[in-house]
T-cell receptor, first 112, second 116 residues
């Protein structure tokens, strides 16, 4: 499979727990993006990496959220002390150049 | 930052008819405008995009038009088929680059329903 891979597909967690999601981009893509999508809305930009450097963070990304891309390949998104408002689909996308993003199928997080 | 408005929120057309979805944006520096199709349980899939040096781009039954003066762009689907039923999103660049490298701001989506 040469697409963007996200793991897990679904995650149910109790409020207050920490969760971590993984994204494996298309191998030759140097840019990697995280988005959040709630029901009936478009994806909302969270953050992006060029290689291993995190270059931009949205104000939506509170201090409970942290993202890493340690070797410029896969990325992780961690949410600490989850809240019910964190329930959403977390989408990862990658690109080689400007535009032309390829999205993964997302990780659906449910906080109970 | 960029603000993207998308209309309509729901569009129902007869199979074989055309569908048009419109978006407006606020940042005149933006120069890259993609359209995505999202099916249930899947991530958005890029179907067509346009850069500001052209006014129209076509790919088989799908076309996008751009009016930079008015800051709006539209998706046109002709000869609609049942498999065109999905949610469609427009987007424009977030940030200062204008080209989308810093991320995209998405519209709220249009649920396109193709009636048999």
């Amino acid at each position: 499979d040469t697409g963007v891979s996200q793991d897990p597909r679904h995650k149910i967690t109790k409020r207050g727990q920490n969760v971590t999601f993984r994204c494996d981009p298309i191998s030759e893509h140097n840019r990697l993006y995280w988005y959040r999508q709630t029901l009936g809305q478009g994806p909302e930009f969270l953050t992006y990496f060029q290689n291993e450097a995190q270059l931009e963070k949205s104000r939506l990304l509170s201090d409970r959220f942290s993202a890493e891309r340690p070797k410029g390949s896969f990325s992780t998104l961690e949410i600490q002390r989850t809240e019910q408002g964190d329930s959403a689909m977390y989408l990862c996308a990658s690109s080689l150049a400007v535009g032309g993003y390829t999205f993964g199928s997302g990780t659906r997080l449910t906080v109970v | 930052g960029e603000n993207v408005e998308q209309h309509p929120s729901t569009l129902s057309v007869q199979e074989g008819d055309s569908a048009v979805i419109k978006c407006t944006y606020s940042d005149s520096a933006s120069n890259y405008f993609p359209w995505y199709k999202q099916e249930l349980g899947k991530g958005p899939q890029l179907i067509i995009d346009i850069r500001s040096n052209v006014g129209e781009k076509k790919d088989q039954r799908i076309a996008v038009t751009l009016n930079k003066t008015a800051k709006h762009f539209s998706l046109h689907i002709t000869e609609t088929q049942p498999e065109d039923s999905a949610v469609y999103f427009c987007a424009a660049p977030v940030g200062n680059s204008g080209g989308g490298a810093d991320g995209l701001t998405f519209g709220k989506g249009t649920h396109l329903i193709i009636q048999p």
